[in-house]
């Protein structure tokens, strides 16, 4: 059984950074991209961040590029989501995501993912 279990969130200030986790378990990710996704109050779902398991290549929503960066740990089984330069407009639920030999452009298509996590809140104060 597959599980995506996100952790990190929490509030923070204007500029303030956090890191979000993503441990991954049930099934073997070597051919899956693992994306970031978040949703804030009142808004869709939209794309962040997304890494591909195998290989490394990153792909950045253009509203967090230079600020976020996504990475993953072999190891560990789990992808990390750096955020810096936090803004109040960050504020959502952010979801982990799995799918499997997606290709661009449907990596930012939520629709395509296989596995979501149970999501994480992350509150910037102004």
């Known amino acids: 059984q597959v599980q995506l279990v996100e952790s990190g969130g929490g509030l923070v200030q204007t500029g303030g950074s956090l890191r979000l986790s993503c441990a991954a378990s049930?099934?073997?990710?070597?051919?899956?991209?693992m994306g970031w996704f978040r949703q804030g109050p009142g808004k869709e779902r939209e794309f962040v961040a997304a890494?591909?398991?195998?290989?490394?290549?990153?792909y950045y929503a253009d509203s967090v590029k230079g600020r976020f960066t996504i990475s993953r740990d072999n190891a560990k089984n789990t992808v990390y989501l750096q955020m810096n330069s936090l803004k109040p407009e960050d504020t959502a639920v952010y979801y982990c995501?799995?799918?499997?030999?997606?290709?661009?452009?449907?990596?930012?298509?939520?629709?395509?993912?296989?596995?979501w996590g149970q999501g994480t809140q992350v509150t910037v104060s102004s």
């Open positions: 890494i591909r398991w195998s290989g490394g290549s990153t």
């Open positions: 995501n799995a799918g499997r030999d997606l290709i661009a452009p449907y990596y930012s298509d939520f629709r395509r993912y296989d596995y």
């Open positions: 049930g099934r073997t990710f070597v051919r899956y991209v």
